[in-house]
């Protein structure tokens, strides 16, 4: 990590406070990326205890964790590996559900014109649900710079791995990891970062849309309409977004 | 679960996984941080974070590991209310999460 803080030098552009050095913002978002750290510790032991049983070692379950960063998509990979599916088919479908890291990179995008292509890289590679959650409020609020980023990434990514490493190597000693409500805390957590996320009116009628549109996709695959439930979020998501954009033209 | 998986099939998921899920972060990122995007595409990707979160609750607590729970018996429901809630409140994350998990497993237990 020690190429870090020549790296992110650079500033976002559009940002015009007074911000600490390099040092200084990496440890501010350490401590913005605390909460992530906290939540993702519990679900990452989750997954470790998942792996260890279906026959991973402590460090296959650690180096899943750590070169993957993929939440949902890793619990995705275990349930259909351990139900049968080949390799290749459960990478396509942890692709698909994690196709909405290409939305946030996008967004993202235009925040980071300027930064290095080493800084640019580690962003990209801690790149998640709550980490981008934390950095885009950060930028609309002005406080974000690349290092404090790069420290939220960095933190969230800790909470990840040492709760993998945890879960895997106590696994014969948590029975049920969802007897502490582990399997809620994902929810909980993007039930807060949608309340973070809504910035106006027309903001929370369009993540409504979207959680309308799951279900209206959930109902349509009972009734025999064939859509591959991986796709549901970003199928969501996307149409959610648009009819948004079109809805909003011209005001 | 089904029969322990292969050394060779475990490590070919991990490498698989750590390539596609960097690609899918990093492409956009680089592609588009070069460019400025026209204001259509701007205001687009002004309501993609709130999309996806909003997708991302309907399922993770409508269909929790894609059942479906009978509304007034799942809750996860009222946990969802009480994260969101308090985070409204707060502004924590931490303290949201845990009062989202608090929650479930208290009415877990009574339902």
Redesign the interface.
Known sequence: MSSFPDALKERIPQQESGSPSPAGGFAAGLSAG???F??YAPVGAAFGVLAS????SVW?AA??SA????GA??FI?L?L????AT??A??IA??VV?????????????H??G?SRPA??W???T?T??T???N?TGIRKGMATPASMAGVGFIAWCGWVLGTIAGASGAGLISDPRA???????????????????ENRS??V??????????AL?WAS?MGVRIE?SW??VI???S???I??VA??GR | ??A??S?A??????A???V???A???????????V??PE?V?????????????????????????A?LPPLSNP?IP???V??L???LSR???G???????T??LL?ALL
């Open positions: 605390l909460p992530v906290l939540g049983r279906l026959g991973f296959e180096a899943c070169t993957a960063l993929a998509g890793q990979a349930s590996l351990g139900g049968g390799v290749p459960t990478l942890t692709a994690n196709l909405r890291y290409v939305l946030f990179s996008a967004t993202l995008a235009p980071l014109k930064v640019r890289s962003l990209a590679f790149l649900d709550e981008f959650a934390v885009i502490w409500g582990v399997d809620f805390a994902m929810a909980a957590m993007f039930s807060a970062l949608f309340v973070a996320l809504a903001h929370v369009t993540g409504v849309a979207a959680g309308a549109l799951v279900l959930h009972s439930p549901f979020i969501a998501a996307i959610a977004a648009t948004a954009t909003s033209n | 679960m089904g322990e998986l050394t099939a475990v490590l070919a998921l991990i698989g996984m750590a596609t899920n960097f899918l972060r990093a492409i956009p990122l680089t592609l588009l941080s070069r400025d995007p259509i701007r205001r687009w990707l002004s309501f993609v974070p709130i999309s996806v979160m909003g997708a991302l609750v309907a399922s993770e607590v409508l269909f929790p590991g894609g479906t996860g946990a969802a209310v994260a969101a308090t985070f409204r924590s994350f931490l949201a999460t845990m009062a989202g998990v608090i479930y497993v877990r």
